[in-house]
């Protein structure tokens, strides 16, 4: 049987036997850990797909079995002090940051911190720390003139990202006083800078003759940039500066009037009027001007024209609004009163009628009536469900001869009497064409339960556009809802990892573990303090 590829398959047997012989000869390792640390899972994923598995792949290709690497030795509290004593002997350095992080890894994990193994093995932590002593002038003037050396002039930006801003600040009291200390041209635009000061001129000009006196994000930085500030801009431009006095109880009192006259409500005076008069309530009785109160709705209704809306919403069989609710509760006492006043059963807004006592013993010895008094489950189902055989059989055949994709409600009844859609296909004796594979249905596919990831065509489509199976897997999952992690929950997770055996956090419980207890050292040695069934017996009493 001649091998079958998809029209969009990458990978074929031949490549697979091809790629293999070629890292045997290079000297490359050929196993599952070493290809994957490689980066050649997708040369696994169409080993499994194409010849049945790694192992089978490399007898056919000719490739040897690859040795077996000797295992990583493990470590322990002697050998830990022993590596880091030994690195004291040869003056090599035991900052964290600088020593193997195997040895700090498993530092941490067997006496919980650096610094506690760092006691174990007669070693002081504090003198082991990488510490620069604090700048002084001298050297942030060279430093301020090394950026210059080419002749060019010197960002702000520049000196902050060689040295902090704070030490700056602190030494010279700014960047720029920094800059002219090192007697250094100090740049007065920004490399990407479209602006100038033609420029400004003409904007503000142009705003001023179309009676826009408010200034854009960018017009404000460009004129402080150029100017040093908009008043100086404006002012070299000869545009009349935007000047307002400060208010006071008159002017705001009038401002108040005119704005009531013109209907504006004047909510953005609420700062002056809390200033001076402590609220707006009050600024507006000075001001005479009514407050503006909005509409009550149907609260302030009287009893006629609640019942009669009662009884439009019972008629359509729609849901009781807030306000209709609150204003039937103040004028009727109780929604049930309200209810015997319209002459409407408390059974009827928004839900199907239920049979009374009467009905139910009457109806108990007629089956042909029982529909009638009460809808049949099969009336609550969706269309899709209440399908035979041969209606879906029909609606296939219908779909197939318009030349259209099966919809979502055909596809689900589908699924639900042949078990799949080709199944379906085959019994309408219909054929069937499958859609491409595309990523966001390869995402779909893989959040179904049920879904056979086996499939040779779907194993093709995964490695071609996301490069494995397994990187398609975290793209589908990386959609889903995340979980949301509680101390509690953290606790128990590390300790299952403890049970397992499993040094650290890893990698998914890491951010929480920062989140919730500051670092992941606070968070194991929390969950080596809590007792192991407190957590469980905790949220069985919640």
Request: hydrophobic share 45%; proline share 4%.
């Amino acid at each position: 049987m001649s091998e079958r590829r998809a029209a969009t398959a990458v990978w074929s047997k031949r490549r697979v036997i091809g790629e293999l012989r070629r890292l045997d000869r290079s000297g490359a390792s050929t196993s599952w850990a070493d290809l994957m640390q490689a980066g050649h899972g997708d040369l696994i994923a169409a080993a499994a797909v194409y010849m049945g598995g790694l192992q089978r792949a490399r007898v056919v290709a000719g490739v040897g079995r690859p040795v077996r690497r000797s295992p990583v030795p493990r470590w322990d509290h002697e050998a830990i002090v022993a590596a880091i004593q030994a690195r004291a002997r040869k003056r090599l350095t035991l900052a964290s940051s600088k020593a193997p992080q195997s040895l700090v890894a498993a530092a941490r994990w067997h006496f919980q911190s650096w610094e506690a193994a760092l006691a174990a093995a007669g070693v002081a932590s504090q003198a082991v720390r990488l510490r620069r002593r604090a700048y002084t002038k001298p050297e942030i003037i060279a430093l301020v003139r090394d950026l210059a050396r080419d002749g060019g002039a010197v960002r702000p930006s520049m000196v902050t990202g060689a040295v902090k801003l704070e030490t700056v600040r602190k030494l010279f009291g700014s960047v720029a006083a920094a800059i002219r200390a090192a007697g250094v041209a100090a740049s007065a635009g920004h490399g990407n800078q479209r602006w100038s000061r033609e420029r400004v001129i003409e904007e503000l000009r142009a705003r001023a003759q179309r009676g826009t006196p408010t200034l854009t994000g960018a017009v404000h930085r460009a004129a402080r940039l150029h100017f040093g500030g908009v008043r100086e801009a404006r002012e070299a431009a000869g545009v009349t500066a935007l000047l307002r006095a400060p208010w006071t109880a008159e002017s705001l009192v009038d401002e108040l009037r005119r704005r009531a006259r013109r209907g504006d409500s004047g909510r953005t005076l609420w700062a002056a009027c809390k200033r001076l008069f402590g609220s707006v309530a009050v600024a507006r009785r000075a001001a005479a001007v009514p407050a503006m109160q909005r509409t009550k709705g149907m609260v302030a209704w009287g009893k006629a024209e609640l019942l009669v809306e009662l009884r439009r919403r019972v008629r359509k069989r729609l849901q009781l609004s807030r306000g209709l609710s609150a204003g039937l509760r103040l004028q009727f006492g109780s929604l049930a009163a309200a209810r015997a006043a319209a002459g409407v059963s408390a059974r009827t807004v928004g839900a199907r009628p239920r049979p009374g006592a009467a009905e139910r013993r009457a109806s108990a010895g007629r089956t042909e009536n029982s529909a009638a008094v009460r809808p049949s489950v099969a009336s609550r189902r969706a269309a899709w469900q209440r399908w035979t055989r041969a209606q879906v059989i029909e609606k296939l055949r219908a779909e197939s001869a318009r030349g259209r994709p099966p919809p979502r409600s055909l596809l689900l009844a589908c699924h639900r009497h042949f078990g799949s859609l080709a199944k379906a296909y085959a019994a309408a004796n219909v054929p069937h064409h499958d859609s491409p594979w595309t990523p966001a249905r390869i995402r779909r596919a893989l959040r179904e339960p049920r879904f056979d990831v086996a499939n040779p065509a779907f194993v093709a489509a995964c490695i071609e556009h996301f490069g494995s199976v397994t990187a398609a897997r975290a793209e589908a999952a990386r959609g889903q809802r995340q979980r949301t992690w509680s101390k509690a929950t953290l606790i128990a997770e590390l300790q299952a990892r403890a049970r397992r055996r499993l040094s650290g956090v890893g990698r998914l419980l890491r951010d929480p573990a920062i989140r919730l207890f500051g670092s992941t050292d606070a968070a194991l040695q929390a969950a080596q303090a809590e007792p192991r069934g407190s957590v469980r017996a905790g949220r069985q009493a919640r």
